[in-house]
């Protein structure tokens, strides 16, 4: 399981927290990237709020970030089946600022020429150059990149039923 714990807090599909202690450091801009992996607790409500061993409900859980109040988003997506997360993109609550599709959706997301949906919504997008081959100056790393990357996108892959 990616990002599950039996008690912890601050916890994102993406990442955990864009807060910075430094309040002269510059915003963290993300763009173009999504967040497919289970996040949260081994424990939840049946609203999906991750709660700890005792109970308790988490504190900043997000399908895609944990904490965020200062971060730039452009074109940034969760799947709200894979994360377990619902609706609840940031910090426990949804966020226009990133959007949560199910697993179908984002598996057929067109997400530019530097993406490829190489097996016809049966995984989630990959950045081209790993399904290309054309990575690293030889065949030997690009098979090796092709073939982490294709693992990476089939593994938190859930398969959508009765068409939906």
């Known amino acids: 399981m990616v990002g599950m714990s039996s008690s912890a807090a601050v916890m994102g599909g993406f ?56 971060a730039v988003y452009n074109a940034c997506y969760y799947d709200k089946q894979a994360t377990g997360s619902a609706e609840k993109a940031i910090a426990n609550q949804p966020d226009s600022r990133v959007t949560g599709l199910l697993t ?38 690009g098979k090796l990149a092709r073939a982490y990357s294709q693992a990476s996108v089939s593994t938190v892959f859930l398969y959508p039923c009765n068409n939906d």
């Open 15 to 70: 990442v955990g927290s864009t807060e910075s202690y430094n309040a002269n450091a510059p915003k963290i801009h993300f763009t173009n990237c999504y967040a497919a992996g289970e996040v949260g607790t081994l424990k939840s409500l049946p609203d999906g709020t991750a709660v700890n061993d005792d109970g308790t409900p988490v504190s900043d859980v997000g399908g895609f970030a944990g904490v965020s109040t200062t």
């Open 104 to 141: 179908k959706a984002l598996t057929t997301l067109d997400m530019g020429s530097d993406w490829s949906l190489s097996n016809e919504g049966s995984a989630y997008p990959q950045i081209a150059a790993f399904v290309t081959g054309n990575w690293g100056g030889s065949d030997k790393l």
